[in-house]
């Protein structure tokens, strides 16, 4: 088992890489962001701060890579 690190700096770099990798697998299938929010059901400010790197739910994780037909593992590797 892993120690976590003395402060929580490497939460927000890994929310940055799972927003990086939204971005690319949205402009990789030539999606715009309207057309993955409509189709994942959420809102346009959700999807704008997912592939920002903030904070979203899981269940909003889970709708982007349904829509973008890639496993949510491969976001958030």
Known sequence: M???PA??????DRRQAVGAAIREARRIRNVTQD???MA???SR???QR???GDEVTLSTLLRI???LEIPLAD???
């Open 2 to 4: 892993r120690d976590l």
């Open 50 to 52: 997912a592939e920002a």
């Open 35 to 37: 057309q993955v929010w």
């Open 65 to 67: 890579a349904r829509v």
């Open 7 to 12: 402060d929580d700096a490497w939460i927000a």
């Open 75 to 77: 976001l958030v590797r």
């Open 40 to 42: 994942a059901r959420i």
């Open 45 to 47: 400010w959700t999807l």
